[in-house]
């Protein structure tokens, strides 16, 4: 009897011992299901809010370079008077304005007063509310620029963006620009194009000088540095050997202060040096009325 009993029992506690194990074994599983899915889900949670803070973030600090970049856009062009006439991209703008706020930024550092960059601007190229410096988008697709007077500053169209250097190339083409607007403000107060004419000058008696002049095998100019900081179209933008192109590259080369690091370089600076200063000044005494 007693092995009877202790058979039954034996077997009770097997099967107890099997359904205990069993529900053991199925609380685990549930157990690391359920902690597998929370992990998920609290994965999915952090991950989520992870990727909201940071493109919240990334779009916050976006948009407060975007705004501020637009801002300070907005304000050079409101402060040097520039009005943009065609259909410029805003990208385009931007390099307009950069290039016009270094030449701005030149000419400040060389008057002999305390204007800010715009006064300097405005003072030198004779602009106030009525007569603007207007810039024109000509929109032919053709990589150049046009300068109409000192007033009028036009592009064709500017070096496409995904070719190298191309920002830099576009935003040296406009300052050319407004080395010939320079050279024509010069002339409505002077009455003539005195840069052109003094280099010329300089050019004929100083054998030294550098000058472009058309190679007379080729008939054209050759692609080398002449002084310059770099050859064409970084630091050169015109291929034309007239004093009046070799002028308006100088003119580039004396906003950012950038030259050829050899005697020809150093030629072309000093000539800039020496004269920039007293036009600079000139030009700022017969300023127009409403300018600052
Ligand atoms: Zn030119």
Redesign the pocket.
């Given at each position: 009897m007693d092995l009877l009993i202790n058979i039954i029992v034996c077997v009770k506690d097997s099967v107890a011992i099997t359904a205990a194990t069993r529900l053991i074994r199925i609380i685990q599983i549930k157990y690391w299901q359920f902690m597998r899915g929370l992990g998920k889900n609290r994965y999915k949670v952090c991950s989520l809010v992870f990727v909201v803070v940071l493109l919240f973030s990334g779009f916050l600090r976006l948009g407060i370079s975007d705004g501020l970049d637009t801002l300070r856009y907005e304000r050079i062009s409101r402060e040097c008077r520039l009005v943009f006439v065609g259909n410029w991209q805003y990208q385009e703008k931007q390099i307009a304005i950069d290039g016009i706020e270094q030449i701005a930024r030149k000419l400040a550092n060389t008057t002999t007063k305390r204007d800010t960059p715009c006064e300097a601007f405005r003072n030198v190229f004779g602009i106030n509310t009525k007569e603007p410096m207007q810039l024109h988008h000509l929109k032919t697709g053709d990589v150049g620029?046009?300068?109409f007077s000192s007033h009028v500053v036009g592009i064709f169209g500017l070096f496409p963006l995904y070719k190298p250097m191309a920002k830099t190339k576009s935003e040296h083409l406009i300052v050319?620009?407004f080395?010939?607007a320079f050279e024509a403000r010069l002339e409505d107060v002077m009455g003539t194009k005195i840069p052109r004419n003094l280099l010329l000058k300089v050019q004929y008696h100083n054998p030294n000088f550098p000058d472009r002049i058309l190679d007379p095998e080729t008939g054209i100019v050759p692609n080398k540095d002449y002084g310059f900081a770099g050859v064409r179209w970084l630091w050169q933008?015109?291929a034309?050997p007239s004093p009046?192109?070799e002028f308006?590259?100088m003119f580039l080369g004396w906003a950012y202060d950038a030259w050829a690091d050899n005697p020809a370089g150093r030629l072309r600076s000093d000539f800039m040096d020496a004269h920039m200063p007293d036009w600079i000044n000139y030009l700022d005494i017969h300023r127009v009325k409403g300018a600052s």
């Amino acid at each position: 009897m007693d092995l009877l009993i202790n058979i039954i029992v034996c077997v009770k506690d097997s099967v107890a011992i099997t359904a205990a194990t069993r529900l053991i074994r199925i609380i685990q599983i549930k157990y690391w299901q359920f902690m597998r899915g929370l992990g998920k889900n609290r994965y999915k949670v952090c991950s989520l809010v992870f990727v909201v803070v940071l493109l919240f973030s990334g779009f916050l600090r976006l948009g407060i370079s975007d705004g501020l970049d637009t801002l300070r856009y907005e304000r050079i062009s409101r402060e040097c008077r520039l009005v943009f006439v065609g259909n410029w991209q805003y990208q385009e703008k931007q390099i307009a304005i950069d290039g016009i706020e270094q030449i701005a930024r030149k000419l400040a550092n060389t008057t002999t007063k305390r204007d800010t960059p715009c006064e300097a601007f405005r003072n030198v190229f004779g602009i106030n509310t009525k007569e603007p410096m207007q810039l024109h988008h000509l929109k032919t697709g053709d990589v150049g620029g046009k300068c109409f007077s000192s007033h009028v500053v036009g592009i064709f169209g500017l070096f496409p963006l995904y070719k190298p250097m191309a920002k830099t190339k576009s935003e040296h083409l406009i300052v050319h620009e407004f080395g010939h607007a320079f050279e024509a403000r010069l002339e409505d107060v002077m009455g003539t194009k005195i840069p052109r004419n003094l280099l010329l000058k300089v050019q004929y008696h100083n054998p030294n000088f550098p000058d472009r002049i058309l190679d007379p095998e080729t008939g054209i100019v050759p692609n080398k540095d002449y002084g310059f900081a770099g050859v064409r179209w970084l630091w050169q933008l015109s291929a034309d050997p007239s004093p009046g192109e070799e002028f308006a590259d100088m003119f580039l080369g004396w906003a950012y202060d950038a030259w050829a690091d050899n005697p020809a370089g150093r030629l072309r600076s000093d000539f800039m040096d020496a004269h920039m200063p007293d036009w600079i000044n000139y030009l700022d005494i017969h300023r127009v009325k409403g300018a600052s």
